[in-house]
T-cell receptor, first 113, second 115 residues
Framework: AQSVTQLGSHVSVSEGALVLLRCNYS??????LFWYVQYPNQGLQLLLK??????LVKGINGFEAEFKKSETSFHLTKPSAHMSDAAEYFC???????????FGQGTRLTINP | DAGVIQSPRHEVTEMGQEVTLRCKPI?????LFWYRQTMMRGLELLIY????????DSGMPEDRFSAKMPNASFSTLKIQPSEPRDSAVYFC?????????????FGEGSRLTVL
């Protein structure tokens, strides 16, 4: 069965510091992988997605993620955190040919001034 | 362009009452998803439709929950009778071609509180 595990339900970094949010997946077939962001009292919006092209994927707001098959990981990074990055981030997986999107439990990112 | 529109944004009701949540997907999208978000269980897919037809309702918790999509521009999620454990934020999302494209467009959610 497919699953997504996000390591750390809460991550706190200082403004200007590196952001690293971890995601590991389990899937019997090569998956599509996504990161979504949820700001308070809003729905989720797509940050970036991996669909088997380049393994390093760039998204909106300066975020990027690297697909590492050997590690079954898809970690999200941003070189320099901004106060506006404070939100909840969700890693998600879809098996190719399937329509269902399976979400991880989410990681709440806090930015300290 | 209008995004996914959900109503009501907030609903407070008493146990045993019927609750109906509504969703208008983005025009032209042919897939619609209902998710539930709670602190304990995170985001759970309840049901999804493709071209107005329910494809997978395995996530619907029990018979008290039902969902319909009478046409391409409207869907409802009904809970009857409601229970306190149904308290959650319910999200509707739509997409063009299903999640293989990666982009689900979410509404702002309906926050349900059952007393």
């Amino acid at each position: 069965a497919q699953s997504v595990t996000q390591l750390g339900s809460h991550v706190s970094v200082s403004e200007g510091a590196l952001v690293l949010l971890r995601c590991n997946y389990s899937s019997s077939v090569p998956p599509y992988l996504f990161w979504y962001v949820q700001y308070p009292n809003q729905g989720l919006q797509l940050l970036l997605k991996y669909t088997s092209a380049a393994t390093l994927v760039k998204g909106i707001n300066g975020f990027e993620a690297e697909f590492k098959k050997s590690e079954t990981s898809f970690h999200l990074t941003k070189p320099s955190a901004h106060m506006s990055d404070a939100a909840e981030y969700f890693c998600a997986l879809a098996e190719r040919g399937a329509q269902k999107l399976v979400f991880g439990q989410g990681t709440r990112l806090t930015i300290n001034p | 362009d209008a995004g996914v529109i959900q109503s009501p944004r907030h609903e407070v009701t008493e146990m045993g009452q019927e609750v109906t949540l509504r969703c208008k997907p983005i025009s032209g999208h042919n897939s619609l998803f209902w998710y539930r978000q709670t602190m304990m269980r995170g985001l759970e897919l309840l049901i999804y439709f493709n071209n107005n037809v329910p494809i997978d309702d395995s996530g619907m918790p029990e018979d008290r929950f039902s969902a319909k999509m009478p046409n391409a521009s409207f869907s409802t999620l009904k809970i009857q009778p409601s229970e306190p454990r149904d308290s959650a934020v319910y999200f509707c999302a739509s997409s063009l071609g299903g999640t293989n494209t990666g982009e689900l467009f979410f509404g702002e959610g309906s926050r349900l509180t059952v007393l």
